[in-house]
């Protein structure tokens, strides 16, 4: 299969543990993008790299989450101090400049 | 308020029927992405368009940039169907904003 995966697809964590999630985007594609999703709504964009840089995050990236893709391959998606309201579903996307995005099956956080 | 707005927010339908699902956007984009998310999470682009229609198997595509507005139909609507579907559009910055999607259920 040489779609997006990513690891692991579901995580159960306590309050104020830290937690990484991996992506592995199709080997082509130089864009990756990392995305939330919360039950009953639509994604919400969090941060995309271009090949190993990070070109833009948004403001719901708060100082405990950080993102990494430091051979412009895989990424990983770090969340420090985990707090109720980052439950959610964590996609990953990859494609080419400009192109469409596909998407990894995700993964579901659950912060009891 | 959200910048994409779909609706119906949910549908239920008969198989066999024609179904629309639409979506209106606020500013400019380069870009307007159908998506398709069955229950578990995954994620499968249906369409990526910019102007006039576009279509695969059942599946239509429509926008029209002057109004800000995008619909799906699918035809022949099968239970298999069922799932969440989602507008999203993309700027030139390759930012992407996503609608809340709208739930179809097909029922046989």
């Known amino acids: 299969d040489t779609g997006v995966s990513q690891d692991p697809r579901h995580k159960i964590t306590k309050r104020g543990q830290n937690v990484t999630f991996r992506c592995d985007p199709i080997?082509?594609?130089?864009?990756l993008y990392w995305y939330r999703q919360t039950l009953g709504q639509g994604p919400e964009f969090l941060t995309y790299f271009q090949n190993e840089a990070q070109l833009e995050k948004s403001r719901l990236l708060s100082d405990r989450f950080s993102a990494e893709r430091p051979k412009g391959s895989f990424s990983t998606l770090e969340i420090q101090r985990t707090e109720q309201g980052d439950s959610a579903m964590y996609l990953c996307?990859?494609?080419?400049?400009?192109?469409?995005?596909?998407f990894g099956p995700g993964t579901r956080l659950t912060v009891l | 308020k959200n910048e994409v707005e779909q609706s119906p927010q949910n549908l239920t339908a008969q198989e066999g029927e024609f179904i629309t699902i639409n979506c209106s956007y606020s500013?400019?984009?380069?870009?307007l992405h159908w998506l398709q998310q069955h229950p578990g999470g995954g994620i499968v682009s249906l369409f990526m368009?910019?102007?006039g229609k576009k279509k695969h198997g059942r599946l239509i595509a429509t926008i029209n940039i002057q109004e800000k507005h995008s619909s799906l139909h699918i035809t022949a609507s099968h239970p298999r169907d069922s799932a969440v579907y989602i507008c999203a559009v993309g700027y030139n910055n390759n930012d992407m904003r996503f609608g809340a999607g709208t739930r179809l259920t097909v029922k046989p």
């Open positions: 996307a990859s494609s080419f400049v400009g192109l469409e995005q596909f």
């Open positions: 500013v400019g984009i380069s870009a």
């Open positions: 368009l910019s102007s």
């Open positions: 080997s082509e594609h130089n864009r």
